[in-house]
């Protein structure tokens, strides 16, 4: 066969290999046994004497036995041993000293070697009749024969370690693969050495019973030790690698005190070492959660990590040694209840291999309430039982009551704070889009976008998507941290960083939501271009009869009028129907083109009308015109047509000889116009009175910018950038009305 080449495929056939070997070396000495042909169960019955046999096999030596019966005794070559409830006792730990302990081997090792032996069996059937037979023991047991307990060990003890070797195998060079491999290495010995001693049939030889519990003492501490290991080490570092060292050290010292029986009793030789590295591992949880507080992928996988091993211990501890105590329900049998730890240890790798957190973030959050209801329920029955003294049935009628009158209305405040941030549903924010969508100016739409995506998501980063990413599919990214929204009505694709202020992950329905905003407003801004189509189609229209009816008899009457003055009033007539026209058209000037053109115009119709125009060079001051954003004919067109009521203002009203006009740069986002005169001024307090002011305020919003009127102007604020006077932009000193308007560059909606 041909070895895999990469190292990942190694290790996991490594794994493979060696949970296969322990199968085999398992169903080996299983199987290797003497055999009656009888099940038995180790129920204590104070008032019965034997062990009560459960299942005969008909092919079997003992097949004389009649169910419900009671094995007495064995007897063999002189020797007889009266069997006790004791003898079929699933763990060894269970034994308080060790003293104990090693009457329980000496006991298996007697039984065992009469059991290898033709032996004599007494019986009490269920009439209470006493019966004696000679029985000839198989030498080895049938693989039907084993339960279905033992199959299920052996399958938490393989899955926990291919489990611990795959997620190794996705990270072989950091600690926390490390560790968890090496936690399911030395969970298989302690399940596989319990599915052999827990399901024998009667007895096992002591020395092997022995050697059995000490590989499980041994499987045990270790994976106690490599869990507290962990949680040094994961999500975050919380001390170097050296400090891991003596952690196994420690434990191999305490298993061997355990093994020569040095420690002081079964409970400083077993228990309490696990206590104490739980409480270990449960410390530094505590102090990985203080410090993964802004770590949102850290804190989603310490989060299922900490469920996961509390659901495990908790409910293991519940379901075996608990039931013991409130005697709610029969004890689960050990071996299945090695099934909590599996679950626990699939929870474990989840979170060390961080696989999909996004999506297990949720469950977490279920299992913990379901955890808390179970434990409310475990708890509230026991002190009904232990301290009220009350009867079981009636504890558990008051304990769900009360369960339910506390745990729902609780539940329900948890649920609430755990999934503060939850989305609204789509059809709350479809009018929302559709506002967004057809929202004229392309800076606002995209700023209402933005607000849009930060007020659901509250990311801690709303970036755009560089180019060198623009053909990233949409969707979650870096296991939840990111999520990448596509293009939407014509805005560039974003990539939104830590959910809720980097406090937890993106989740599916994140990107499933986001997927379907995008959608909606894609066929909003559909709507929105059409709109403009039909609306830019029929303005052509508007545009070509005012060009050829009305400009082509303008153009006739130039030629029959011969007055100076009504001659210069029709070039200022053709003139302003250019523009019109041009501006429906939506024809785009550059900057320095639509400057001069707008400044000849001026100068056009104050010189017609005895005024002086004061607009030097540069046309546009500020930043160079060449770094504008792109231009837009609606906001020419709607500057055009404010700069010409502005000055009309000034011929009509201001009784001025000078009219100043200054157009100039902000930012590099917005733009400012400047026009004052040296006339009588005007009364801020009535500037918004009158057609003509009132035309140039409708403008102004057109523009999305804000405009001001002033009068008794010394001096123009400086509108250069960084605070610097702007070369020109000072009016001369005296008595006039200054226009002020501020607008961002960028596309808008033509009125």
Same mark, same amino acid.
Request: proline content about 6%; some cysteine.
């Given at each position: 066969?041909?070895?895999?080449?990469t !190292?990942?495929?190694?290790?996991?056939?490594?794994?493979l290999l060696?949970?296969l070997?322990?199968v085999?070396?398992?169903?080996?000495? &299983?199987?290797?046994?003497?055999?009656l042909?009888?099940?038995?169960?180790s129920?204590v019955d104070?008032y019965?004497?034997g062990?009560?046999?459960?299942?005969?096999?008909?092919?079997?030596?003992? /097949?004389a036995?009649?169910?419900?019966?009671?094995l007495?005794?064995?007897?063999?070559g002189g020797q007889?041993? @009266?069997l006790?409830?004791?003898d079929l006792?699933?763990?060894?730990?269970y034994?308080?000293?060790y003293a104990e302990?090693?009457?329980?081997f000496?006991?298996?090792?007697?039984?065992?070697?009469? $059991?290898?032996? *033709?032996?004599?069996?007494s019986w $009490?059937?269920? &009439?209470?009749?006493v019966f004696?037979?000679a029985?000839?023991?198989?030498p080895s047991?049938?693989?039907?024969?084993? =339960?279905?307990?033992? %199959?299920?060990?052996?399958?938490?003890?393989?899955v926990a370690l291919? @489990?611990g070797?795959?997620?190794?195998?996705?990270?072989?060079?950091?600690?926390?693969? #490390?560790?968890l491999?090496l936690?399911g290495?030395?969970?298989?010995?302690?399940?596989?050495?319990?599915?052999i001693?827990?399901?024998?049939?009667?007895?096992l030889?002591g020395?092997?019973?022995e050697?059995l519990?000490?590989?499980?003492?041994?499987?045990?501490?270790g994976?106690?030790?490599?869990?507290a290991?962990?949680?040094? @080490?994961?999500?975050?570092?919380l001390a170097?690698?050296k400090?891991?060292?003596p952690?196994?050290?420690?434990?191999v010292c %305490?298993?061997?005190?355990? /093994?020569?029986? +040095?420690?002081?009793n079964v409970? %400083?030789?077993?228990?309490?070492?696990l206590?104490?590295?739980i409480l270990?591992?449960v410390a530094?949880?505590?102090v990985q959660?203080? #410090?993964?507080?802004?770590?949102a992928?850290?804190?989603?996988?310490?989060?299922?990590?900490?469920l996961?091993?509390?659901?495990?211990?908790?409910?293991? @501890?519940v379901?075996?040694?608990g039931?013991?105590m409130?005697?709610?329900?029969?004890?689960?049998q050990?071996?299945?209840?090695?099934?909590?730890f599996?679950?626990?240890?699939?929870?474990?790798?989840?979170?060390?291999?961080r696989?999909?957190?996004f999506?297990?973030d949720?469950?977490a959050? !279920?299992?913990?309430?379901?955890?808390?209801?179970?434990g409310?329920?475990?708890?509230l029955?026991m002190?009904?039982?232990?301290?009220?003294?009350?009867?079981h049935?009636?504890?558990?009628i008051l304990?769900l009551l009360?369960?339910?009158?506390?745990?729902?209305?609780?539940r329900?405040? +948890?649920?609430? #704070?755990?999934?503060?941030?939850?989305?609204?549903?789509?059809d709350?924010?479809?009018?929302?889009?559709?506002?967004v969508?057809?929202?004229?100016?392309?800076l606002?739409?995209?700023?209402?976008?933005l607000g849009?995506?930060?007020?659901?998501y509250? =990311?801690?980063?709303n970036?755009?998507? *560089?180019?060198?990413?623009a053909?990233?599919?949409?969707?979650l990214?870096q296991d939840?941290?990111?999520?990448r929204?596509a293009?939407?009505?014509?805005l560039?694709a974003r990539?939104l960083?830590?959910r809720?202020?980097g406090?937890?992950?993106?989740?599916?329905t994140?990107?499933?939501?986001?997927?379907?905003?995008?959608t909606?407003?894609?066929q909003?801004a559909?709507?929105?271009?059409?709109?403009?189509t039909?609306?830019?189609q029929?303005?052509?229209?508007? /545009?070509?009869?005012?060009?050829?009816?009305?400009?082509?008899?303008?153009?006739?009457l130039?030629?029959?009028?011969?007055?100076?003055?009504?001659q210069?009033?029709?070039?200022?007539?053709?003139?302003?129907l !250019?523009?019109?026209?041009?501006?429906l058209?939506?024809?785009?000037?550059?900057w320095?083109?639509f &400057?001069?053109?707008?400044?000849?115009?001026?100068?056009?119709?104050l010189?017609?009308a005895?005024?002086?125009?004061?607009w030097p060079?540069?046309?546009i001051?500020?930043?160079? &015109?060449?770094?504008?954003?792109p231009?837009?004919?609606a906001?020419q067109?709607?500057?055009? /047509?404010?700069? $010409?009521?502005a000055?009309?203002?000034?011929?009509?009203?201001?009784?001025?000889?000078?009219?100043?006009v200054?157009?100039?740069?902000?930012?590099?986002?917005r733009?400012?116009l400047?026009?004052?005169?040296?006339?009588?001024g005007?009364?801020p307090?009535?500037?918004?009175?009158?057609h003509?002011?009132?035309?140039?305020?409708?403008?102004a919003r057109?523009?999305g910018?804000?405009?001001a009127?002033? !009068?008794?102007i010394?001096?123009?604020?400086?509108?250069a950038?960084?605070g610097?006077?702007a070369?020109?932009?000072?009016?001369?000193?005296?008595?006039?009305?200054?226009?002020?308007l501020?607008?961002?560059?960028? =596309?808008?909606?033509?009125?």
């Amino acid at each position: 066969m041909q070895m895999p080449q990469t !190292r990942s495929a190694r290790i996991l056939m490594a794994a493979l290999l060696l949970t296969l070997a322990g199968v085999t070396t398992a169903l080996y000495i &299983a199987l290797n046994q003497p055999w009656l042909g009888l099940t038995l169960s180790s129920r204590v019955d104070a008032y019965s004497p034997g062990i009560e046999v459960l299942h005969i096999a008909r092919n079997g030596p003992a /097949a004389a036995i009649a169910q419900g019966s009671r094995l007495l005794s064995i007897s063999a070559g002189g020797q007889r041993v @009266v069997l006790q409830p004791s003898d079929l006792i699933e763990e060894p730990d269970y034994f308080d000293t060790y003293a104990e302990v090693e009457r329980f081997f000496q006991r298996q090792t007697q039984i065992a070697a009469l $059991q290898a032996r *033709p032996l004599l069996l007494s019986w $009490q059937d269920p &009439a209470g009749q006493v019966f004696e037979q000679a029985v000839a023991p198989l030498p080895s047991r049938p693989l039907a024969s084993l =339960p279905l307990v033992f %199959w299920f060990q052996l399958l938490c003890g393989g899955v926990a370690l291919l @489990v611990g070797a795959w997620v190794y195998a996705l990270k072989p060079k950091g600690w926390p693969g #490390r560790l968890l491999a090496l936690s399911g290495l030395l969970f298989l010995p302690n399940t596989y050495s319990a599915a052999i001693y827990s399901t024998r049939e009667l007895a096992l030889p002591g020395g092997l019973f022995e050697l059995l519990s000490a590989i499980n003492h041994l499987g045990a501490l270790g994976f106690g030790g490599a869990l507290a290991a962990l949680f040094l @080490v994961y999500p975050a570092r919380l001390a170097a690698a050296k400090w891991l060292w003596p952690l196994p050290i420690i434990v191999v010292c %305490w298993w061997a005190m355990d /093994a020569a029986r +040095l420690a002081p009793n079964v409970s %400083w030789g077993v228990r309490i070492p696990l206590l104490l590295e739980i409480l270990l591992a449960v410390a530094l949880a505590v102090v990985q959660w203080r #410090r993964s507080a802004m770590r949102a992928a850290d804190r989603a996988a310490l989060r299922w990590f900490m469920l996961s091993a509390m659901l495990g211990a908790f409910t293991f @501890v519940v379901f075996t040694f608990g039931s013991r105590m409130i005697g709610v329900f029969t004890p689960m049998q050990q071996g299945y209840a090695f099934g909590f730890f599996l679950a626990m240890y699939l929870g474990l790798a989840l979170g060390v291999g961080r696989y999909h957190l996004f999506d297990l973030d949720r469950w977490a959050y !279920r299992l913990l309430l379901w955890v808390l209801g179970l434990g409310l329920i475990v708890v509230l029955d026991m002190l009904l039982v232990l301290l009220l003294n009350w009867r079981h049935d009636l504890s558990l009628i008051l304990t769900l009551l009360l369960a339910g009158l506390l745990y729902l209305p609780m539940r329900q405040w +948890l649920w609430g #704070r755990m999934m503060q941030g939850e989305l609204p549903p789509i059809d709350k924010l479809l009018p929302e889009i559709i506002s967004v969508a057809f929202t004229a100016q392309t800076l606002e739409r995209e700023r209402r976008w933005l607000g849009l995506l930060d007020r659901l998501y509250q =990311p801690l980063h709303n970036l755009p998507m *560089p180019p060198s990413e623009a053909d990233t599919a949409p969707g979650l990214a870096q296991d939840g941290m990111e999520l990448r929204i596509a293009p939407a009505g014509g805005l560039a694709a974003r990539r939104l960083q830590g959910r809720s202020a980097g406090q937890r992950l993106f989740t599916v329905t994140d990107a499933d939501l986001a997927a379907s905003l995008v959608t909606l407003f894609n066929q909003a801004a559909a709507g929105r271009d059409a709109l403009e189509t039909g609306v830019q189609q029929e303005r052509d229209r508007i /545009a070509s009869d005012l060009h050829d009816d009305i400009g082509a008899k303008l153009l006739t009457l130039r030629h029959l009028v011969h007055g100076e003055r009504e001659q210069a009033m029709l070039m200022t007539t053709i003139d302003q129907l !250019r523009a019109i026209v041009r501006g429906l058209r939506q024809a785009v000037q550059p900057w320095e083109e639509f &400057a001069a053109d707008i400044r000849s115009e001026t100068a056009q119709r104050l010189a017609a009308a005895g005024m002086v125009l004061d607009w030097p060079p540069p046309l546009i001051g500020g930043l160079n &015109a060449a770094r504008l954003p792109p231009q837009d004919a609606a906001q020419q067109y709607h500057l055009r /047509a404010l700069l $010409q009521e502005a000055v009309s203002n000034a011929i009509r009203h201001a009784r001025a000889s000078r009219v100043s006009v200054r157009l100039s740069i902000v930012d590099a986002t917005r733009m400012r116009l400047d026009v004052f005169d040296d006339g009588i001024g005007i009364d801020p307090q009535h500037a918004a009175t009158g057609h003509g002011l009132t035309s140039m305020q409708i403008r102004a919003r057109a523009l999305g910018g804000q405009i001001a009127w002033r !009068r008794n102007i010394d001096r123009v604020p400086s509108s250069a950038p960084s605070g610097k006077p702007a070369e020109n932009t000072a009016p001369p000193s005296g008595h006039g009305t200054w226009v002020e308007l501020v607008f961002p560059l960028g =596309p808008v909606h033509p009125i």
